[in-house]
């Protein structure tokens, strides 16, 4: 329960933010340890079966991709640079909305912790790097299995590792907010069926933007998930990415208007 002179402030303030985080962090590392196995494998084995149903098999039926910008891609690499996005959206996701909700409401851990000298502010923050860290884990793997499978050497995936934390980090703050909303389980299901599953349509996955038309073209250019592969999807093919600046600012919007918004609604639910 938050504080008697907690109750009193506006829940929209400004973060209070501090090192106490690290060990809510830790604690959740150490439980995430005894079943870090079956996690990774149940993490990276749906995203690899996507590559290789998708990426090999459709992609002999539609043959290589032509860019915007001219150039043919294998549809393999140009799978696997959308994918890795996408699994570090969903496993950041999944992390911040089932396992943080059993944290906060079902286990009632959150509360215990607060009655250590920790504020909410900080389990908020520990939950969302934690989720972000999982998600770093995953696609982590992940690429390793792509190196192992000869999709791409390029040396500038060592630069997309850092923004994919950031892809996680995004996602996370965004999925805090349907946590501090949930009554139940069985909300995430709008979440994942409304706007993660039409978001991974949209965002130049599976197909490049420009086969979209144009209006959807245009809301898709905004979305986080077509700004995060806008970002990797050219490390792939050992280039740099044109214009970054501007996916990465909508991106680091996304995340700090989501953090706010999901700690503002997260503190409202502890004073109820």
Not at 57 to 67: D, S, T
Not at 106 to 129: F, R, S, Y
Not at 164 to 179: D, E, K, M, P
Not at 189 to 213: A, E, I, K, N, R
Request: glycine content about 6%.
């Amino acid at each position: 329960m938050l504080l008697n002179s907690d109750t009193d402030r506006s829940p929209w303030r400004a973060p209070s933010l501090s090192l106490r985080f690290w060990p809510v962090f830790l604690r959740n590392l150490l439980v995430w340890r005894k079943l870090a196995m079956p996690s990774l494998v149940g993490n990276i084995a749906e995203p690899l079966m996507w590559l290789v149903a998708f990426g090999y098999g459709m992609g002999a039926l539609v043959g290589p991709m032509h860019l915007s910008s001219g150039e043919q891609v294998p549809y393999i690499l140009f799978l696997a640079s959308g994918s890795i996005c996408m699994s570090a959206m969903q496993s950041a996701s999944f992390e911040a909305l089932y396992s943080a909700f059993s944290r906060m409401h079902m286990q009632k851990t959150w509360d215990g912790i607060m009655n250590a000298p920790v504020a909410l502010d900080d389990i908020v923050l520990a939950e969302m790097l934690w989720a972000a860290f999982k998600s770093l884990f995953t696609v982590t793997a992940i690429l390793c299995v792509m190196l192992a499978l000869g999709i791409s050497y390029s040396p500038k995936l060592l630069v997309a590792w850092p923004i994919l934390l950031g892809v996680g980090i995004t996602f996370s703050c965004i999925a805090l907010i349907f946590n501090a909303l949930a009554n139940g389980y069985d909300f995430f299901t709008y979440y994942f069926t409304l706007f993660l599953t039409p978001m991974t349509f949209l965002s130049g996955v599976f197909f490049p933007l420009d086969q979209l038309p144009a209006a959807v073209a245009a809301v898709a250019a905004w979305l986080p998930l077509s700004n995060a592969v806008a970002l990797v999807r050219p490390l792939f093919m050992d280039q740099w990415p044109q214009d970054w600046l501007r996916p990465a600012l909508v991106l680091l919007a996304y995340a700090s208007l989501s953090f706010w918004l999901a700690l503002g609604l997260t503190r409202k639910r502890f004073r109820r």
